[in-house]
């Protein structure tokens, strides 16, 4: 059984429940095509990896899709985004995992390697993140569970990340830190990645 378990929480690609800010500026078809770009991506860069990998549905779970080949699982409903995590890591903890990753499926400049390295800096520190240039984080990852990461945290708010590192740090734990990655959460934020691309 491998030790390493990572988590990928995504939604399916349905107009009108995916990427709402862009779609705002360029309408809904174009949101999902964003979104299903984001979500192949975000396989392309998970499938190289030999650990356990978890697709949690933030709706329901699509037997037939890209996610062929992976554990499948729903997201706790209807919590808030900090419960539904919570409750993520706890699951594959109690699954017999020594190390549990977190992403999203936001993150064009998310490579394989900062998986990687997510995992190596659980080797040493109790805490990995991957912080967001809006605030947030894109990758969160620890070796044991850690319920007060997700109480009462800000979340999709531009001090989440701080608040996360300083309740670390004042819980007495080591945390390790990956480079600053951009989420595609605004159309500007697209434009952004995809010229840089």
């Known amino acids: 059984m491998t030790q390493n378990h990572l988590i990928i929480f995504v939604k399916n690609p349905i107009a009108g429940q995916v990427k709402t800010r862009i779609a705002r500026i360029v309408g809904d078809e174009k949101a999902v095509a964003v979104y299903r770009e984001l979500l192949r991506h975000t396989q392309a860069i998970t499938q190289p990896l030999s650990d356990r990998r978890v697709v949690y549905y933030g709706d329901f779970i699509n037997p037939d899709d890209g996610w062929n080949g992976y554990d499948k699982q729903l997201q706790r409903s209807p919590a808030d985004l900090g419960e539904r995590m919570q409750d993520a890591f706890a699951r594959e903890f109690s699954a017999g995992a020594e190390r549990v990753v977190i992403i999203g499926s936001d993150c064009l400049a998310i490579t394989t390697e900062h998986l990687r390295l997510a995992f190596d800096a659980l080797e040493q520190a109790d805490i990995v993140i991957g912080p967001a240039t809006d605030g ?44 600053t990655l951009t989420d595609i959460d605004e159309w500007t934020d697209y434009q952004r990645a995809t010229q840089q691309a």
Do not use: C, H, R
């Open 136 to 179: 947030g984080y894109y990758l969160l990852g620890m070796k044991q569970p850690q319920p007060f990461l997700f109480a009462d945290m800000p979340w999709s708010q531009p001090e989440l990340f701080q608040l996360t590192e300083l309740a670390i740090l004042q819980n007495g734990l080591t945390v390790e830190l990956l480079e």
